[in-house]
Structure formats: structure tokens, C-alpha cells
């Protein structure tokens, strides 16, 4: 369909540095970036479209989009923009079909383990995808400072999906861009790089003068990795035991 716009770092030193503002900025090992989906609006594609049938860009909230995957670092700069997706399909299928998911998974294949970005429930929990715990934790416990400290660093990206479309009203959920799938990708990734060049430079946010307005994210509950019976998934078992042992090792001390 539309050819992914990736910026994400691919070499140590870019990672130690992420690496390394993320925990003197959050207080929170290992993390060089979050990742969400946002859903940008799109004017319904034709009905019988044979490459962009209208049906696909319809979302779980019942209008067309396209369902964009963006990770961000500390600054609000995105380092990564998936726009190739139609409004109906799911985050999590969109991170594993991505070129970030693969270079992850490569990298901790490798041995380094050490790096990993935070997403929330709607993920797959992995050694390079750390989730929150799907209960909440007693109050003051290392497992209750995990899950505070997790949200207080991912709202980053939630931050950064609201400020580029403050800069780029176009993308805003009662806009709508009127464009065939494939250009709006293309402005979508237009957007993101302009949007960062904003972030380098300075420039301030514009001020919110329409009010109250709904920046497309959607509210997914957690997602059912863990219930089928019987399914043993060894990537899950890995995630679940490398946040356990960040939890035991860091969090536990930060009582």
C-alpha cells in the first residue's frame, strides 16, 4: 500500500542517549520510547474502490480513518510514523508488522536486552514492549510504582499525538482530509515531518482556540493475549518475566 517514513534510531549510541534522557527525565530504566496508535479522519474512499475499499477505513467509533502508529522520545520528537493501515485494523497487528517491531525483536534476539519501548494495554506485553500490569496493584507497592510510573512516562506519546494535531489542524478528527487514502498518508507524513522540525527549532504550540476537541485517540481496553487455554507463547512468558525482574530490581528500592 503506502511505503512506511521511518526515523527510529539504529545504532548504540542513539539508543544510550534515548536511553539515558529517558531515565533522568522519568526516573524509568531501559525505555528509548513510547508508542500508540492515533486515528487520523479520512473522507469515505468509494464504496467499490477495488485497491481502497470504503469498508476497511471504518473505525471502531464509526467513522473512516487511518489508523496511524507513532513513537516519540522525551522531546515530543517522533522517531517513527506507520500511516499505512485503514481505520479497522488493530494496534497491536500494527506494531507487528512494522519495521520497529523487527528491528526490536532482532536486537533482543541478539542479546540486548536493555532497551524497550512502553505501550499500553492494547499491546502485546514483550521484552521490548513493556505493558502495564492488567490488575492494579495495592497501593505502595514496587508493583503499584511500576504501573504509576509506566503512565506518567507513556502519556508522553499521548502528549505528542495531541501537539501535532494543535500544529496540523488538518489531522484533527472534525476535519477530515479529503484525499484518497494514499495522499493522506503522504500529508500525514508530511505532517509528522514538519512536526519535528517545529520541535528542533523551538516553535511553541499554537493555542487551542476550537475548544474542546477530540484528537482521535480511541480507548482500548486490554488486549486477550493471555486466554487461550493451552496456548503456550514464549515471547509473552519472556515479557512477563523481564518486567517482574525490573519491578523486583528497580521499583522494588523506590518504595
Given amino acids: 500500500m503506502f511505503n512506511q517514513w521511518v526515523k527510529f534510531p539504529n545504532n548504540f549510541e542513539e539508543l544510550n542517549t534515548l536511553r539515558l534522557r529517558f531515565y533522568e527525565e ?10 500508540d496508535c ?42 517513527s510514523v506507520n500511516a499505512l493501515y485503514p481505520g479497522s485494523t488493530n494496534d497491536a497487528f ?42 492494579e496493584p495495592v497501593i505502595n507497592t514496587p508493583e503499584y510504582q511500576y504501573n504509576q510510573t509506566h503512565k506518567s512516562t507513556r502519556c508522553l506519546i499521548e502528549r505528542c499525538n495531541g501537539v501535532l494535531k494543535m500544529r496540523f489542524r488538518c489531522l484533527l478528527k472534525h476535519r477530515a482530509l479529503h484525499y484518497a487514502p494514499e495522499v493522506a498518508s503522504q500529508i500525514i507524513n508530511a505532517c509528522v ?34 486466554m487461550n487455554v493451552g496456548v503456550v507463547n514464549p515471547e509473552l512468558t519472556a515479557g512477563r518475566r523481564a518486567r517482574q525482574r525490573l519491578i523486583q530490581n528497580y521499583f522494588n528500592n523506590r518504595q
Fill in 193 to 226: 515531518a514538519l512536526h519535528n522540525l517545529c520541535i528542533e527549532h523551538n516553535v511553541p504550540v499554537p493555542d487551542d482556540d476550537e475548544g474542546e476537541v477530540n484528537f482521535g485517540l480511541l480507548d482500548v481496553g486490554a488486549a486477550d493475549y493471555t
Fill in 94 to 135: 500494527i506494531w507487528s508488522n512494522s519495521n520497529v517491531y523487527n528491528f526490536l525483536r532482532t536486537l533482543h534476539g541478539l542479546g540486548h536486552t536493555d532497551y524497550y519501548l512502553l505501550g499500553d494495554s492494547g499491546y502485546p506485553l514483550r521484552t521490548w514492549l513493556l505493558t502495564p500490569l492488567e490488575q
Fill in 38 to 79: 492515533t486515528h487520523i479522519a479520512i473522507f469515505p474512499p468509494k464504496r467499490n474502490d477495488p485497491e481502497y475499499p470504503e469498508h476497511i477505513y471504518v473505525n471502531r467509533k464509526g467513522y473512516h480513518s487511518i489508523n496511524t502508529q507513532l513513537i516519540c522520545d522525551t522531546n515530543l520528537k517522533i522517531m
Fill in 26 to 35: 522519568h526516573n524509568f530504566p531501559g525505555v528509548i520510547g513510547c508508542v
